[in-house]
């Protein structure tokens, strides 16, 4: 119960709250918090990848964990997080965001949508082995790598 209520609370902070925050606060803040977002993703992945892989071993419950934290993090609204002004072209040497996703956000919210669709369908087999899990995993990664090809630089 107290995850669900913590979950709601999180998921409700960028509706209510998080875009008056993202209208007073700099460029560069916002790009920071958009990096630390991406950076959870990842490390929920990472964790995911090595036991699809079979880099480390499989273990259904942290599988099923992992996912769920992945779950929460795709429900996250994230719009408040890319403010004008927080490109690449705009905060040189502090994020790779490409101006692209300001030029065709319909797509970039398309490809969002297709990671929150994967990363459901992670979380109804993470826990059935790791074949189940590596097939999935790979949906997922496949449209991380469909958003970075287009709206991502490769360095900063």
Known sequence: MRKSIVTAAALA?????????AQAAEPADIAAARIG????????MGG??????????YDADRAKALAGDLGTLS???HDDLLAPGTSNADLAGKTRALP????????????GMAFR???????????Q??????????????????CHDSYRAKDF
Do not use: H
Not at 13 to 21: S, T
Not at 100 to 111: F, L, N, P, S
Not at 117 to 127: K, R
């Open 13 to 21: 902070f960028p509706v209510l709250i998080a875009p008056a925050l």
């Open 37 to 44: 977002y991406f950076s959870l993703v990842n490390l929920e």
């Open 48 to 57: 995911l990848a090595a036991m699809a892989k079979g880099e480390a071993p």
């Open 75 to 77: 429900e996250y609204l």
């Open 100 to 111: 692209a996703i300001w030029e065709q956000t319909d797509d970039y919210r398309a490809k």
């Open 117 to 127: 669709e994967a990363v459901a369908g992670l979380n109804e087999v993470a826990g």
């Open 129 to 146: 082995g790791q074949e189940a899990l590596a097939a999935a995993v790979g949906k997922v990664g496949g449209t991380c790598k469909a």
